[in-house]
């Protein structure tokens, strides 16, 4: 298998699939079989998701079987870790087999996030991109995007998944900070190339593209809604919680550049 492999994944909303769109136009191959490549919206920062639908299915297969509703991001990280049975293995394995001729390749699915450790044990020479984003400015996408109507009602589960997932981040990037590499989204938009560099001291090999070309700052928010600044007062230790939570990520981030 190449020894050139990067796994992308981060909460929802946080700009992975700004990411790996990005990547992509970089040299990263990643995947044959993509979710809505093309489709774009006002509240998307670029076209597409970029998300191997092969690797889609194996997750949501996987929490199907665990009762978790992944189209509405209710996780309460009472499942965690989740438990991987003999066919699911198989199943992933075959999927690392399709690609064991690509040089070069990657993947992009934020629910790869709670999947880490299976996946490191999986691909031990993989590496892991984690793109992540100010807790409040997520959980108002989520909320402009209005797909999940659990958190469009109540935003606080926003926020707790956030928490969830980035928890995930920091604790795999902790144990494996030679495979990990963090970056705040607004960093990236503001220097893309800082980013390749870091990735090619890794091992990718990529060609510098420009992010202005596929990027939409329209569709970018960073300030929260009063819906969401409402949920902030009202649930002032959670919000704390996960902005202490922000400030070790972006610590560590800084700390390995």
């Known amino acids: 298998m190449s020894t050139n492999v990067l796994v992308i994944t981060g909460m929802h909303r946080s700009g992975t699939s700004l990411v790996a769109h990005y990547l992509s136009q970089c040299g990263l191959n990643i995947g044959d079989n993509l979710f809505n490549p093309h489709i774009s919206s006002p509240d998307q920062s670029c076209a597409g998701h970029h998300e191997d639908l092969d690797f889609i ?128 989204i607004d960093d990236l938009i503001t220097s893309s190339d800082h980013l390749l560099a870091r990735l090619e001291a890794m091992g990718m090999d990529l060609t510098p593209a420009r992010l202005e070309d596929i ?10 809604s009063d819906k969401v600044k409402k949920m902030a007062v009202k649930h002032p230790q959670a919000v704390a919680e996960a902005e202490a939570l922000y400030q070790e990520l972006q610590a560590l981030c800084k700390a390995a550049a």
């Open 57 to 184: 299915n194996w997750h949501k297969q996987v929490f199907k079987r665990c009762r978790i509703d992944d189209d509405a991001l209710l996780i309460s990280g009472s499942e965690l870790p989740l438990t991987i049975n003999t066919a699911e293995r198989a199943a992933a394995l075959k999927l690392l087999a399709h690609r064991a001729d690509w040089p070069q390749w990657g993947w992009k699915d934020p629910r790869t996030t709670l999947f880490l450790a299976f996946w490191h044990e999986l691909i031990a020479e993989a590496k892991y991109l984690f793109p992540f984003r100010q807790p409040l400015a997520v959980v108002d996408s989520i909320v402009r995007r209005g797909n999940e109507k659990p958190i469009v009602r109540k935003p606080i589960i926003g926020l707790r998944v956030w928490t969830i997932y980035n928890q995930q981040i920091l604790n795999f990037a902790k144990q494996h900070p030679d495979s990990s590499l963090l970056c705040d």
């Open 215 to 224: 990027f939409s700052k329209k569709a970018f928010h960073n300030e929260p």
